[in-house]
């Protein structure tokens, strides 16, 4: 590191790969977009320094599998009413290609938070590239280690006036009719496009199920209708003639006929899945193993697939102010992102990997090349981690006498608050594939299906199959 020649051949490499590669400018048979929950520019860098350190040597110049990808842009991502997103408008932009108010899901900025009425009027309601890439004959999946029905993944399929809304119960509590108002759970089983996704896999069971009912584990749903919608959706298959599974562990997943089977709906656990360093279960699949079996399931169809895959637990530990967690979380959607580029062809498949928003998560001070560092005031050891706000708020204290190691450790936050916030930062898009090279520059969120609906010739808009 300390000799010039080092860096400068690095430089000159990086250069020479950059000098040789071409644009591909054919039509995209496949697209994946991979959406980092929270996944902000100082976690990358955080995470890539925690891989590295995990390889036994410092870091910072490790590259997360997707940050090798050829074209980098950045992603503006406020709302139409708020300068901070969260995860529910955010998704409609980047799934709907239209910015939204938060805390709603699929619909224009016409609806407003619990705006019953507003949601159910089809002139509402926006269409997702997911949908987009149905109507063209595509096989979809939607993949989550969170709820499948929790606001990222309820992006691809679902129109709500409140993200909350993923069961009946949750519509009840916002005083409006689950009867008039369809909750996410009940979209994605009997609306389309939900019904119509071949692969469902993620947490959330309880979703599905009766109160008064008890799953597969031993625990209650969270429905008030008395209905079973994990019935409900082998049901609808059966009427159609079509092969199907419904799984609830990772065996399950590991032993399915991927050859002989057409739709899938895997719900691992009852809620989100758990933080894979702190599972234990053996019972819960990692986002690789899940992400291998959608693109294994879905490369049947010769018109090609889209599949959306989140890494949804990067946010919640960032709540928590649980960096440990959130840094560890990203190297395994890393994962998820290389198994995704080594079964697939460069040539025809468009891979998209970005985030909704931010977190307040910083790098700070001037620490050696490690994850702690020491203050240049009173000596006391500072994290080079902390947080703006959170529920970790103390006043200057010594951290060497705090077990940071422990994956559960909560980092320093200046701000006392319930729950750390979102960010207010843009957020990095990494591409490759078919006319990867237009997310280039800074962007709207909302910029981002539009390429992808281009590249594969899905949509209402432009797409590179008029030039033809």
């Not at 520019?41 to 350190?53: H, V």
């Not at 050859?259 to 053996?282: A, M, Q, V, W």
Request: glycine fraction near 8%.
């Amino acid at each position: 590191f300390t000799d010039a020649e080092y860096w400068n051949t690095g430089a000159q490499s990086t250069l020479h790969q950059k000098l040789a590669r071409r644009l591909l400018t054919g039509r995209a048979k496949n697209v994946i977009l991979f959406l980092g929950d929270g996944l902000s520019i100082p976690t990358l860098a955080a995470s890539r320094a925690y891989l590295g350190q995990s390889q036994g040597h410092t870091g910072e110049e490790t590259v997360l599998s997707f940050e090798a990808f050829p074209h980098t842009g950045l992603s503006k991502t406020y709302c139409v009413d708020s300068q901070v997103a969260d995860s529910a408008c955010s998704a409609t932009a980047y799934l709907g290609g239209v910015k939204a108010n938060i805390g709603t899901i699929g619909v224009m900025a016409k609806v407003k938070l619990n705006d019953c009425k507003g949601m159910r009027n089809a002139s509402n309601q926006v269409t997702s590239i997911l949908k987009w890439s149905q109507d063209a004959g595509k096989s979809t999946g939607v993949v989550t280690t969170t709820r499948v029905t929790h606001a990222s993944p309820a992006g691809a399929y679902s129109y709500v006036a409140n993200r909350n809304w993923e069961t009946d119960a949750e519509v009840r509590n916002s005083k409006q009719d689950p009867e008039v108002c369809d909750d996410i759970a009940e979209q994605l089983v009997n609306n389309s496009p939900g019904k119509n996704i071949k692969v469902i896999l993620g947490g959330g069971r309880k979703q599905f199920r009766s109160k008064n009912a008890v799953d597969e584990e031993g625990g209650p749903g969270r429905r008030t209708d008395n209905v079973d919608l994990i019935a409900s959706w082998e049901t609808d298959k059966k009427k159609r003639g079509v092969s199907y599974k419904y799984l609830w562990n990772k065996g399950q997943l590991a032993r399915v006929d991927m050859n002989k089977t057409e739709f899938i709906l895997g719900l691992f656990s009852r809620d989100h899945l758990p933080y894979k360093i702190l599972d234990t279960s053996g019972t819960i699949p990692t986002l690789e193993e899940m992400t291998r079996v959608a693109i294994r399931v879905m490369n049947k169809n010769p018109n090609g697939y889209f599949l959306f895959v989140e890494g949804g637990r990067i946010d919640h530990a960032h709540h928590d102010t649980k960096a440990h967690l959130a840094l560890d979380e990203t190297v395994e959607f890393a994962k998820a992102v290389q198994a995704a580029a080594d079964l697939t062809d460069e040539e025809d498949t468009l891979i998209v990997v970005t985030a909704d928003h931010a977190h307040t998560m910083s790098i700070s001070g001037y620490p050696s090349r490690d994850l702690a560092g020491t203050s240049g005031v009173d000596r006391l050891p500072y994290a080079t981690l902390s947080y703006a706000n959170g529920k970790s708020y103390k006043p200057r204290y010594d951290l060497s006498k705090e077990n940071m190691n422990d994956p559960n450790y909560r980092y320093p936050a200046a701000v006392p608050l319930s729950s750390e916030t979102h960010g207010g930062d843009d957020v990095a898009v990494f591409a490759r594939g078919p006319w990867s090279h237009l997310y280039a520059g800074t962007f709207e969120q909302n910029f981002i299906p539009h390429v992808m609906a281009y590249a594969s010739c899905v949509g209402k808009g432009r797409t590179v199959c008029d030039k033809k």
